[in-house]
C-alpha cells in the first residue's frame, strides 16, 4: 500500500481524532484521553500539522507547535512500516526550514517512542517527574526531554 504523508486540513480532523481513539485504547496516549480530542489535536500555537495516509485512510498524525513536535501518533495497525518516522521527518523538515531547533518530550514507559527518537539520532536531555493533572487530580508522570540532533537528522538514521 503507498503511504503518503501530508499537510493535515480540516476535514481530517475527525479520522485523526478516531485514530487517536484507537491508540489511547491501545498504548495509553495521550496519557489523559481529552474531553475535546479534536480541539487537543489543535493546541494553541500549532504551526503546522500532517496526517499519515494508505489507501485514503488517516492512519497517523504529527503536529508542530513553535519548536516542539507534538501529537506524533500512529494507529496501531499501521504500526513497523515507518510511518512515525515519516511523519516526524516531515516535522523536522518544517523545522529545518523555519531555522527551528526541535524538542520534545515523551513519557518514559512509550519505549516505542523512545525508540524512534533516538534512531532518529534526537539527544537525551534529561529525564524527570512531572505532575500531570485532569479533573483535579494529579499524578507523577517520568518524562524523557529531547532534542532534535545540531544540524538535523543524522545521517544512515
Not at 481513539?21 to 496519557?31: D, I, K, N, R, T
Not at 494508505?54 to 504500526?79: F, I, K, N
Amino acid at each position: 500500500m503507498p503511504w503518503v504523508v501530508r499537510r493535515r486540513v480540516d476535514a481530517d480532523l475527525g479520522a485523526c481524532a478516531a485514530v487517536l481513539a484507537e491508540v489511547h485504547a491501545h498504548s495509553g496516549y495521550p496519557h489523559h484521553w481529552p474531553e475535546e480530542p479534536v480541539r487537543w489535536l489543535t493546541p494553541d500555537g500549532l504551526t503546522a500539522a500532517w496526517v499519515a495516509e494508505g489507501g485514503g485512510v488517516v492512519l497517523g498524525h504529527a503536529a508542530l507547535c513553535g519548536s516542539e513536535v507534538s501529537r506524533l501518533y500512529v494507529s496501531p495497525g499501521a504500526r513497523g512500516h515507518g510511518l512515525g518516522a515519516r511523519l516526524l521527518a516531515a516535522v523536522e523538515a518544517e523545522a529545518a526550514a523555519r531555522g527551528v531547533r526541535l524538542v520534545l518530550e515523551v513519557k518514559t514507559s512509550d519505549t516505542s517512542a523512545v525508540a524512534l527518537y533516538e534512531r532518529r539520532g534526537w539527544v537525551r536531555r534529561g529525564t524527570e517527574r512531572q505532575e500531570w493533572g485532569v479533573s483535579g487530580a494529579t499524578e507523577e508522570v517520568a518524562v524523557h526531554r529531547y532534542e532534535a540532533p545540531e544540524g538535523g537528522r543524522e545521517a544512515g538514521s
